[in-house]
């Protein structure tokens, strides 16, 4: 049915279709920043109710946004955030970073961004391979059991990293991209949905436009070449479906989505409102048995 719920975590109730605010523009122009904090504020309006941002989104710029657009938060939303990615102080740069004092003094810090005393859903970024994972998790476990997070998840893991964290910690969400035309993560998907573990896929929408690119003559591999095919097969696919359901082919890809597994919340992203709206609207979308499983069959690049 239309808004269908998940229980993250077992008890975390959410709706189903999320927003993603990372592609939310947190710069200092007047006109730009309202403009965000008007896609924040009609998201919530529209009944979402799991929007996700990280450390990483403009180095907390994106939390302090949302918690201007929307605290006071209403009874029922839930803000997840990010941490594990840190940016170098001599250059620059962006690189994992797993280290507990790292995790530990990002949650602080979005702690005190997001206006809040406890992060209800805590997602490690990625996992950095020069960190024990058991120092990572267990860095996390101990914020959760101070109260200042209440469930762990992790992002962009494998189902063997998937099964090592979860001998360790209770695994309430994972965060991978996935979507018509990026399923490499459908093992990970049938882990989680073995075990009830809420699947986030990140770049849901992907397909839903064309992600051909220029492959021609000698600078084109033969790899680069069956990709492009692959990935306009997709791309085609999708716009037929949504022009035999009068909705458009992001709200096509959405409703596979939504229609692939119940443990599926998908987070696209947008700084339009229009395009929110039209991402909303995909949650009423549903699609025949034919159209689903023409969509299954597609062979993703």
Sequence with gaps: MAWSTFRIGGDLEVRRLGFGAMRLPTGPGTGTRQASLAVARRAVELGVTLIDTAHL???GAN?????????PYPDGLL?????????????????LDGRPDVLRGQVEQALRRLRVERIELLQLHRIDPEVPLADQLGALRELQIQGKVGRIGLSEVSVAELEQARGLIDVASVQNRYSLLHRE???????????????LPWQPVAGAVSATRATSGAAATTAETAAAAAAAAVTAALASVAAELGATPAQVALAW?????????????????????ENVAAAQLRLSPAHQDRLDRLSPP
């Design 185 to 199: 993560h459908e093992p990970v998907l049938a882990a989680c949905e073995a075990a009830g573990i809420a699947f």
């Design 257 to 277: 989505l939504l229609g692939r597994s119940p443990v599926i919340l998908p987070i696209p992203g947008t700084a339009r409102v229009d395009h929110l709206e």
């Design 63 to 71: 939390e302090e946004l949302l918690a201007e657009a929307l605290y």
């Design 79 to 95: 803000i997840t955030t990010k941490v594990g990615v840190a940016r170098s102080a001599s250059t620059g740069e962006w690189g």
């Design 57 to 59: 989104y403009g180095w």
